[in-house]
C-alpha cells in the first residue's frame, strides 16, 4: 500500500486502500475568493444520515481563534453533521466580530446542509489577526453545496491546504468481524501560512455504526497515539480542529468493548499516525522525521524528555544536517530533568549505542555516520528504571524553515 | 562608554571604563594544543590574596560536564582562589575518567598557584564525548603560569572562546562611598562548537572586601537579571559556570546592606547584564536582539509567555525577518498558558499598539515595519492582572543558526 509509506506505522491487514467517502458523507472544495491565487479556499462536508454521531477535540491554547471558540460553545459535538472549513484566514485575534462571522458561516452551512446550527462545525486556517472575509465565504457556500459528492474528498482535502506541499488524505476499506466499513480522513498541517502559523486540521469519516461515546473514546485514544505525539516546531496553533463523524449507514455496529471496536480502532490509528508522520514530513522544509523513544521509570520524566529532544532546534539542526550528534540529545535530556546529575542515560542511534550510563561508548563511526543519513531516522533514549515509555515524531531544522519563516513575509 | 552599548543597559554614573584585573589577580592564557587551529585554549586566574573570597553558579542540567560535578563536589566555593578553564573540550559524557582528568586539572592548578586543591575551580567549553586530553592540558599549565599578569584578562577571555565572534570582557573602576574599587569579568557565550553545545563561562573578578554571603547575594540577584534572562535557543548547556572573586586588596569593605553594596551591586549589574546581552547579540548568527516584557498578575504566568515568546522558532524567525509578526507572539503566549481562552492579551512592538485584549488594533504597518529593522527589537505582552513582570531576552533564528548547527559538523 502506499498510504501507509513510514516505518513507523504497520497498515493493519484488515485494511485496504480505496476511494471516496464512506456511505452517508458527501464533501466539496471550491475557490471562493479568500486566497488571491484563485485556489481553493472553502470545503464542506455534510452528513446526509440524521442520527449521524461525532467527536472532537480543539488546540489547548490560551489563545483560540474565533471558529474553535464557536465550536465549543455552540455545537453538540456529539451530533455534528456539517463542517465548513476554509484556508486562507484563520479567523484568530479577531475579538466579537471573529466570533460573529464564525457564526454566520455556521448559520450559513446549516441552511444549505438541511440542518440545524449546532450541528454544525466550522474550521478555519490560514493569516491571523485579520477579519474573516465572511461576505465571500459565505457568498462561495452555495457553489460548494452543489459539487457536494461522495468523491468529493479529494476536493475538500485541498481546499484546507495552506503551504502544504502536497495533499494529506485517504480512504480506507475496513474488515469488521461483523462487515466491511469504509473509514476516510482529510488532514492539513505543515507550515506557515505568512504572517500567521501552522494549524493541524483533520476531518475523519466513517459508516460504521458508533455510540458518541465510542467516537469519543475512539478519537482520544488514536489522537494521543498521533497528531498528540508530533512535532514541527514546538508551537501549539490556535486553531488545531479534528473531528470525528460516523453515519452508520453501512449497518455495521460497533459495540463497546467489541472485537469491531479493536478492529476499527486498529484502523483508525494506523490512519490518523500515518497521517500524522504525514505532516512532520512536510514540516517547512523538512528533509527528514526523527522520532524519539524515551524509556524509563517515570511516566512525566519520559515525557519532559522526549519533547526536549524533538523541540530542540540544536537536535534538529543535526537531524537535517544528517550528523548523529548525540551529545546534543543528552544535553536535552540534562535540560529537561535538571537537578538530577549525574544521570545515567542510555542513547542509541538507528540501534547503534553511542552513550551508556551517561557515557561515551566506543561505537562505528563512520556507519553510524551513514545510518542517519536516511528519511527516517530513530533516537532511542533510557532513562532509570522501568515501566514508563513514550516518543515523539519531529521534523527537522532547515534553511527552508528560516526562509518560510523570516523570508517570505508580506 | 562603548562597553554598554545596549539601549537595555543604563551604565551607571558611578563606573567607569579601564583596562586590567583588579588588585589581587593575575590571569593568562595560552594555546596548549587542544584547538587544532593552535589557538589560545587554557586559561588560568589566580587571586593572590589568601583571604580572597568567592561565590558561584552552575547549570542546573540532569547531564553536567564533569568539572561542573567537580566543583560542585570538591570545591570551597566561598573561598576560591584560582579558576582554570580550557576551550575545545566540555569534559561532558566522559563518566568516571572524565571526573578524574577534571580533578588532576585541578591538582596541577593547586601546584602551580600555590593553593590547595579544594581552593581551586575548573571550568570546560568545547566538544562533548570525547575524552579531555588532560596530559596535553596539564603540559600546558607551567606556560600558562609563567605568563600570569595583571593585564592578563584580555588573553584569558581570548583563551575561553569557542566559536564566539567577538571577545565578551571589561574592566571597570567603581566609585564606592567609601572608595574606588575596580571590577572585572570574563565571559564567553554565542555558539556552538561543532560537534557539541553552547556554554556561557562568565568569571568576575573585584579587589573589594566582601563577606563571602555578601558575594553570594550579589552574584545571585545579578544572574538573575542577566544569564538568567537570555537564550539562544532555549538549550542548557552541560558545562554553565559563573564565579565571582573577592580580593580584598583594595581594602574598601563592602559591608552587608550598606550604601558600597548598593553601588557595587548596580555596576555588577550592569556588567553582567550587558555580558548577557552581547552573549545574546553574538548567538549563532544572530542579526537582531529581542526583548520580550510581559507583564500581569500571575508570577508564573508572565515567567511562561516570556519564555514562550522568546524561545518560539517562529517569533525568532520573523525577528530575523524583519517582520512585525504579532500573531506569532500572541500564539506563543497562549501555548504558555493552556485552557485560559479566550485570553485577553495586550501587544505592543517598539512602543507600537497591534493587539488589545486578544483583538488585532489598527496601527501604522508602515511604521510598525520600519520600527523592527533596527539591532533590537522591543516586544511588550500585557496579560490579565498587575504586579508581576518580567524580561527575556534573545536572538533571532537565521539561516547562519542552521548553517553553523547542520552544516559546519564532523
Known sequence: ????????????????????????????????????????????????????????RFSRSGVLAAPVLLCQERCDLRAL??????????????????????AKVQGATAAIAGVSESRVA???????????????????????AAQLRADGDADFAEAIRTTDAFCKRASLEVRLPGGDVRLSAQAKGAGMLSPAFATLLC??????????????????????????RITVDGQLSTNDTVVLMASGVSGIRVAPDSEEELALGEALDALMRQLALLMVADGEGARRVGRVVVTGGHELHVEAAARAVANSPLVKAALHGGDPNWGRVASSVGMALPGTAPLPVDIAIEGVQVCSQGRATPHDADGLARAVQGDEVEYVVGLPGEGAATEVFFSDLSHEYVAINAEYTT
Chains 1, 2 share one sequence.
Not at 476531518?203 to 498528540?228: G, K, M, N, Y
Open 81 to 102: 453533521r456539517a463542517v465548513t472549513a476554509n484556508s486562507g484566514n484563520a479567523n484568530a485575534a479577531t475579538g466579537g466580530g471573529g466570533l460573529s462571522a464564525a
Open 1 to 56: 500500500m502506499s498510504f501507509f509509506a513510514s516505518r513507523w506505522v504497520q497498515a493493519p491487514e484488515h485494511v485496504q486502500e480505496v476511494a471516496g467517502l464512506p456511505g452517508g458523507f458527501r464533501a466539496a472544495g471550491v475557490a471562493c475568493g479568500i486566497k488571491p491565487d484563485g485556489a481553493r479556499d472553502l470545503g464542506v462536508v455534510v452528513a446526509d444520515a440524521p442520527d449521524t454521531v461525532s467527536a472532537a
Open 203 to 228: 476531518f475523519v469519516q466513517t459508516d460504521a455504526a458508533l455510540e458518541p461515546q465510542t467516537a469519543d473514546l475512539l478519537l482520544d485514544a488514536t489522537a494521543a497515539r498521533s497528531f498528540e
Open 122 to 144: 466550522v474550521a478555519s486556517t490560514g493569516v491571523i489577526g485579520v477579519p474573516l472575509p465572511v461576505d465571500t465565504l459565505v457568498r462561495g457556500l452555495p457553489g460548494a
